[in-house]
C-alpha cells in the first residue's frame, strides 16, 4: 500500500440530460481532463483512472504532487471549460465537481482499494459541493480534502488564500469528514447560501469561561469572625470558601487558617 494524489470528478446535472447531449458531455469531459493535464504540465497519458460515464476516478504517479493539481491544474481544467461553454447551448453546457486527496491506494481487481478512492469520491458526491456548485452558477467547483488544505493549502505551498476556500462537513469518519470548498473564478463561497453540514457543531477553540462570582456586598465579613469573649492571644480557626474553574468544571478548595 502507497500514498498517491487522487482525484474524482463528476458531470454535474448529467442524469437529466437527454441521451445525445449525455454523449457530449463525456467527450467534453474527457477532452478539458486531457488538455488542462497538458497545459499545466501534466501527462495524462500516465494517469490510472477508472471510468463511471459522467464521472471518473485517477490515480495520479508518484511524482504528482497536490499543490500542481490545487494550483495550476484547477486554472486550467476551468479555462477549458469555460472556452467549450461559451459555444454551446444551455442545454449542452457543461459543469463539472473535482475532489483532490492524497492517501493510500493500491492496485485491485476492480481499480484500486485503499481509504484514499473512498475518501476522494464521497467528497466529489457530496452534498455540500454539489449545493454549493448550483448557488455559484460556475462552470467548475472544486473541493480538497483536510490532508490537502492542511498540508498544501494552509502551508502556503500553492497559490490560493486559505481565507477563500469555505469549509464543509461531508458525511463519514471524523478525520476525513471535512473538506474545502471554491470556485476558480468565481464568488467567494462565504458569500453563498447553501448548507455546509457545519450547523449545531461546536465552535473551535477553548470553552468560554464561566461568568465571575458577584462581589461580596460592601462590608460584608470576609470569613468567620472570631467568638466574641474570646481570650487575647487564643487561637480560632477559619475556614475560608474558594473556587477557581478548569474548563468548564468548577473546583472547590476550603483553607484552614488562623487568626
Known amino acids: 500500500m502507497s500514498y498517491r494524489t487522487v482525484m474524482a470528478v463528476d458531470l454535474q446535472g448529467y442524469g437529466s440530460r437527454p441521451q445525445n447531449v449525455q454523449a457530449v ?38 511524482d504528482v504532487r497536490a499543490e500542481v493539481l490545487v494550483g495550476r491544474f484547477v486554472r486550467e481544467l476551468n479555462a477549458e471549460l469555460r472556452g467549450r461553454n461559451r459555444v454551446a447551448s444551455a442545454q449542452a453546457r457543461t459543469r463539472m465537481r473535482l475532489a483532490i ?20 469520491r464521497r467528497l466529489c458526491d457530496a452534498d455540500p459541493l454539489r449545493a454549493a ?41 471524523a478525520e476525513e469528514g471535512d473538506g474545502w470548498v471554491w470556485f476558480p473564478g468565481g464568488p467567494d463561497p462565504h458569500t453563498l447560501d447553501f448548507p455546509d453540514g457545519l450547523a449545531g457543531r461546536p465552535p473551535a477553540g477553548p470553552p468560554t469561561a464561566p461568568p465571575s462570582e458577584p462581589p461580596p456586598s460592601e462590608g460584608a465579613p470576609s470569613g468567620t469572625p ?12 477559619t475556614t475560608i470558601n474558594a473556587r477557581t474553574y478548569v474548563g468548564r468544571d468548577q473546583v472547590n478548595y476550603n483553607f484552614g487558617g488562623r487568626s
Open 25 to 62: 458531455l463525456q467527450a467534453n469531459l474527457v477532452e478539458c481532463l486531457r488538455d488542462a493535464a497538458g497545459n499545466a504540465g501534466l501527462d495524462a497519458a500516465g494517469w490510472e483512472e477508472q471510468s463511471g460515464g459522467d464521472g471518473r476516478l485517477m490515480v495520479l504517479p508518484h
Open 101 to 120: 486527496h492524497h492517501g493510500p491506494a493500491a492496485p485491485a481487481a476492480g481499480g484500486y482499494s485503499g481509504t484514499a478512492p473512498v475518501v476522494v
Open 226 to 237: 472570631p467568638s466574641e469573649g474570646a481570650p487575647s492571644g487564643s487561637v480560632h480557626a
Open 133 to 173: 456548485l448550483d448557488a455559484a452558477g460556475t462552470d467548475l467547483g472544486v473541493i480538497v480534502s483536510a490532508f490537502v488544505f492542511r498540508g498544501s493549502v494552509e502551508a502556503g505551498m500553492t497559490s490560493l488564500d486559505p481565507a477563500a476556500l469555505r469549509r464543509v462537513r461531508v458525511p463519514g469518519p
